[in-house]
């Protein structure tokens, strides 16, 4: 029971600044670099948001 409790259970890893910068996985590492703050930490699906909403932003 208690497997199956973790299982149902949704869990988003989190990392820092640092460590999503070094990954490679996104392209966008100076912007992310602007947009991220030092000390907290984000999940995939956090990243992603933001940087969605920082590129669909108008341009001025």
Request: charged content about 35%; cysteine-free.
């Amino acid at each position: 029971m208690v497997n199956q409790d973790k299982k149902d259970k949704k869990i988003s890893k989190r990392y820092g600044k640092e460590q999503i910068l070094h990954s490679g996985k996104y392209g966008q590492g100076d912007l992310l670099e602007a947009l991220l703050k030092e000390g907290e930490t984000y999940s995939h699906d956090q990243v992603q948001t933001i940087l969605a909403g920082f590129l669909k932003k108008e341009v001025r």
